[in-house]
């Protein structure tokens, strides 16, 4: 009777339409749904505390009941739309057996991938290495209220690539641009790989209990347009095709920020149903250009969120005014910084929920 009981209520929640999920099947809605990236973090004073109880981003990552708790905070604050899994794109080349550490000064710390370390790289940790992430899913869908959205992600293999190779956060990208550069049969194999671990990683995270996935190439201004078709585009469309045929039902939306004209490109070849954009898209442009063939979803830059008052209240106002009368989700045009404080983001919520189309 338990187990019918929780099945019940499962599929109560399940049933309902959610906004996030409206608007990306294009439908014609009042108000745009409303998340943010990075919602989850060292701006709240919550998420604060957690991470001191986690020990460290890592454990943080990899403790289901903590990383379901970080998933949730945002949400129960500020009642967003939708909730993100509290993870990291750098999940995966640790599912892969790549080293890693996360400083709290540097960012992340991956260890050297030369020839050899890369010969080492496999999918056959992947599920073992990444189930509690996969129970977090578990444990945030059974705590969501019935309107609110679950969404997974990945990196896109070129900033995974990024990382991968260069070590740590990079300015120039050189490592690996010249490992594509000069050995490009090698650098194809390793994207090869991360086309594979991540669509895995997407369908699993499906399995478990998101609604919605986005995939994050956050590095892809660093390419020019040959390097962008072939590093950033073409891998996208390959783990788009390999979880559309896995689940079709479930939206995907793409984020290759900087990207610029190529935004454009990247909606035409990849298949995404949503396009991330970031603050220096201009909104006319992509309300013509990209608004007919995918829904749209940014673009206010997130230091306008740190200074609030007028100057954020305008420019939301004109997003929801550019973009609200089609296919649009409201969000930053990358992620929330850690000086942001809380009541900003209340106050935008409220701006772009007080908005009507």
């Not at 559309?244 to 909606?267: N, S, T």
């Not at 991330?276 to 201009?282: F, S, T, Y």
Request: with cysteine; hydrophobic share 45%.
């Amino acid at each position: 009777m338990a187990q019918d009981s929780m099945s019940q209520k499962r599929s109560s929640k399940e049933a309902r339409p959610k906004r996030l999920l409206r608007a990306l099947a294009r439908e014609g809605l009042e108000r745009p749904p409303l998340w943010l990236m990075r919602q989850a973090g060292r701006y709240l004073p919550e998420y604060r505390a957690l991470r001191v109880r986690a020990g460290g981003f890592l454990e943080l990552c990899l403790t289901p009941e903590l990383a379901a708790e970080a998933t949730l905070q945002p949400v129960r604050r500020f009642g967003l739309d939708a909730a993100i899994l509290f993870s990291d794109i750098l999940m995966v080349p640790f599912a892969l057996g790549q080293g890693m550490r996360f400083s709290e000064n540097e960012g992340p710390i991956l260890e050297p991938l030369d020839g050899k370390a890369r010969a080492k790289l496999g999918l056959e940790r992947l599920a073992q290495r990444l189930a509690p992430v996969y129970e977090a899913i578990e444990r945030v869908r059974l705590s969501l209220a019935p309107e609110t959205a679950l969404i997974g992600f990945v990196g896109g293999p070129w900033t995974v690539a990024s990382y991968m190779v260069e070590g740590h956060t990079s300015r120039d990208f050189a490592a690996v641009k010249l490992l594509g550069f000069n050995e490009p049969a090698e650098f194809a194999g390793l994207l090869d790989l991360l086309v594979e671990a991540s669509a895995t990683h997407l369908i699993r995270q499906v399995a478990a209990g998101v609604e919605v996935l986005q995939i994050f190439d956050s590095w892809a201004a660093a390419l020019a347009e040959s390097e962008f078709d072939a590093w950033c585009i073409e891998p996208i469309r390959r783990i788009v095709v390999k979880v559309k045929a896995a689940h079709p039902q479930v939206p995907i939306i793409g984020f290759p920020r900087g990207a610029g004209l190529g935004y454009k490109r990247f909606v035409e070849r990849t298949g995404v149903d949503a396009i991330g954009l970031d603050p220096a898209v201009p909104l006319d442009w992509a309300a013509r250009e990209l608004q007919p063939y995918a829904a749209l979803q940014g673009n206010l830059d997130p230091l306008l969120l740190v200074a609030g008052g007028e100057a954020m209240q305008q420019a939301a106002e004109r997003i929801l005014q550019s973009w609200g009368g089609g296919p649009f989700i409201f969000n930053l045009g990358h992620g929330v910084v850690q000086t942001t404080p809380p009541e900003h983001v209340a106050t935008l919520v409220e701006i772009v929920r007080g908005w009507r189309a």
